[in-house]
């Protein structure tokens, strides 16, 4: 679980992925959303 949270963050962190188009933005903020869920 560490590095899959680990990947998200990763992911999360990167301005060039919310760039990318509408889809991958809200996918990125899903993986945001669960990061938030794991850490907290």
């Given at each position: 679980v560490d590095n899959?949270?680990?990947i998200?963050?990763?992911v999360a962190?990167?301005?060039n992925v919310t760039?990318?188009?509408p889809?991958?933005?809200k996918i990125?903020?899903?993986l945001y959303f669960?990061?938030?869920s794991y850490t907290y």
């Open positions: 899959f949270v680990d998200i963050a990763a962190q990167k301005p760039k990318s188009g889809f991958v933005q990125n903020s899903f669960i990061y938030i």
